[in-house]
């Protein structure tokens, strides 16, 4: 029902539409497509996926590099001794103990 008079006399209430015919509900058979179609592509990701990863994993059978360990350890480091300079004469005469 349409209000009569200029739009400022309203307010802020806006009329409500008239209603519109309920949405067709899609039948089970289309649903059941549906699902299966994304079943499928699901299972073609999956798939792509672990043969993806066995590529990118080959490299590594063919170099048969060391999977959690090292083919030879390594060699501890030798500790350096760093020797401190001699004090000259003139500094020791200038320390003065406290």
Known sequence: ??????????????LAPPPTAPARRDPRTLLLVRAAA????????????WLSTALALAPLLWRRAPIGGRLRPLRAPDARVIPFPQRRAQEQQQALPR
């Not at 209000?3 to 802020?12: F, L, N």
């Not at 994304?38 to 996926?49: F, P, S």
């Open 1 to 14: 029902m349409p209000h009569s008079g200029p739009p400022s006399t309203r307010g802020h209430l806006r």
């Open 38 to 49: 994304t079943t499928v592509a699901l299972a073609i990701a999956t798939l792509w996926a």
